[in-house]
């Protein structure tokens, strides 16, 4: 019977499908990672999008987290966020992040390191808009990185946003939910 060192000791793999040469390499890391993100897409790899965030609070310590990429470009990469989450406390501290993109069956990944800061408001809308109804009511009666009363107190505020909501087609975003980039 095989124990777990075991098996860690045996789970190595050699990464040959995808090399990198100079004559393949875009012209701008922005326009190497749309390639590579197509790449993905077309290669079927589930959640392309998904990427690990990872920042630091003013303690020093790292936390990290899957989050949605959801627009990117020279500009950066974004992502959307309870500003009063623990990513978002964390990054108003200190906006230094890291972003880890790993696409297993393309046997590829992508490191990315920068500042985030928030967008526009008004992308913010936009997006928010777009979202699921359920997701608008969501951002709305979930305290995001708190400690709840119980299942029942959040279901309860869900309940209360969805009464108030009801005959409104037009949710709006809360003021601490929105993009970061």
């Known amino acids: 019977m095989s124990t777990k060192k075991d098996i860690l000791r045996q789970l190595r793999k050699e990464y040959t499908l995808q090399g990198l040469s100079r004559r393949e390499v875009a012209p ?43 627009d990117f470009d020279e500009g950066g990469f974004v992502f959307y966020t309870n ?19 790993f696409w297993q069956p393309l046997e590829r990944q992508v ?3 920068g500042i985030a800061e928030k967008i526009g408001a008004n992308e913010s809308d936009q997006y928010f808009q777009s979202r699921p109804r359920g997701s608008r009511l969501a951002a709305i009666a979930s305290p995001q990185s708190q400690v709840i009363e119980s299942r029942d107190w959040l279901e309860k505020i869900w309940r209360e946003q969805e009464n108030i909501f009801t ?12 993009a970061s980039l």
């Open 28 to 70: 701008t890391p922005f326009q190497q990672f749309d390639n590579w993100f197509l790449e993905a897409w077309d290669a079927e790899v589930p959640e392309p999008n998904a990427m690990t965030l990872c920042t630091v609070g003013k303690a020093g310590k790292p936390s990290a987290r899957i989050v949605l990429l959801k």
């Open 167 to 178: 005959e409104k087609e037009r949710i709006p975003r809360p003021e601490n939910w929105g």
């Open 83 to 101: 500003y009063n989450s623990l990513k978002g406390q964390q990054i108003a501290e200190n906006p230094f992040v890291s972003l880890s993109f």
């Open 111 to 113: 490191r990315i390191e």
